[in-house]
């Protein structure tokens, strides 16, 4: 039975077998929005490797209340995945269709199968492995099942009622944009709340370094209802994350001197990157926290999901 499902698959929009992550990006690529290219190892590949009796066991064990414990317990969750085993047959799956989609290097990111309703989002809690190899593509797979059971996740597994949850974990595996410049889109002002405001940021380089908090990002407001950008506010960037020579994972990097001060993209790309952000939002109906990336003249959405805090 078929457990790798690529983005065009009708399979990869269940949630059941996907995750929101790669329910939403096979939705996406659907409606034509630009998505990197790419496949999901499903939830029915980890139900297959991972005794659920050995996760419930330790899982019993935790009191969210003795981080000495949980600390414990999860690094034995964490340790048991890494001694599994996948399947043969599974392996040469992952490896046609990595193949026949003509992939190199790529975004590794972990799904649950409970993650990004419109109550509940794992962004933040569950691992994402950048310019991953071929050779490494396995190891990664499992680093993302184990990320489920961090000492973070399994507190969120408990704060949002998952504790009796039986959750399982798909992998997105997604071709890798090396960006020129990247950043995030909230469709809905995330301070003001103002449902006619997006708010958009933007760096020179991988969108992680906004994750990180070592870099202040270009920020620009657009209203929605009359299609103009109401501010600009560009930030001097000193270093950028991007490619290392080795060709695997991410490296910080200086700018030079002449750029540090440039602008990100112009105003044409700002409102051509609101135009798909729109496009997003009117499909899925609700507002969306959006990751993009910008390469050679094109602009690529790489994740989408509901705002979870307004």
């Known amino acids: 039975m078929k457990k790798i499902f690529k983005f065009t698959d009708k399979e990869c929009k269940q949630v059941d077998l996907e995750g929101g992550k790669g329910r939403y990006l096979a939705h996406m690529t659907k409606y034509g929005i630009p998505v990197p290219t790419g496949f999901v190892v499903s939830s029915m590949v980890y139900e297959q490797v991972v005794d659920n009796k050995v996760i419930k066991k330790l899982l019993e064990k ?3 209340e003795d981080n000495e414990k949980l600390n414990k317990i999860s690094t034995e969750l964490q340790d048991y995945i ?9 392996e040469k799956e992952i490896f046609n269709t990595f193949d026949e989609l003509n992939l190199s290097l790529v ?7 409970s993650e990004d309703t419109k109550d509940a989002s794992w962004a933040g809690e569950l691992k994402t492995y950048l310019n991953t190899s071929k050779e490494k593509l396995l190891e990664m797979i499992k680093e993302c099942w184990a990320s489920l059971f961090s000492p973070r996740a399994l507190l969120y597994r408990y704060e949002k009622g998952f504790n009796s949850k039986k959750i399982s974990v798909s992998v997105v ?14 469709t809905v002002h995330p301070v ?12 020179f380089g991988l969108g992680e370094a906004i994750v990180s908090g070592q870099v202040t990002p270009d920020s620009y407001l657009y209203d929605k209802d009359y299609d103009v950008i109401l501010r600009i506010d560009h930030k001097t960037q000193l270093k950028k994350l991007s490619l290392p020579k080795s060709l695997n994972g991410i490296v910080w990097e200086d700018i030079p001197t002449k750029i540090q001060k440039g602008e990100k993209i112009n105003y044409r790309q700002i409102m051509d990157l609101a135009g798909i952000f729109k496009k997003v939002e009117s499909y899925y109906g609700i507002p969306q926290d959006i990751e993009w990336a910008f390469r050679s003249g094109s602009f690529y959405i790489l994740q989408s999901r509901p705002i979870t805090t307004l």
């Open 62 to 64: 935790i009191n969210i």
């Open 82 to 90: 890494h001694t599994l085993k996948i399947s043969d047959e599974i």
């Open 107 to 113: 975004a590794v990111r972990s799904s649950a199968t």
């Open 173 to 186: 595996i997604q071709e890798m944009v090396q960006s020129e410049v990247s950043g995030v889109c909230f």
């Open 192 to 203: 003001t709340m103002r449902k006619s405001h997006m708010f958009i940021e933007s760096v």
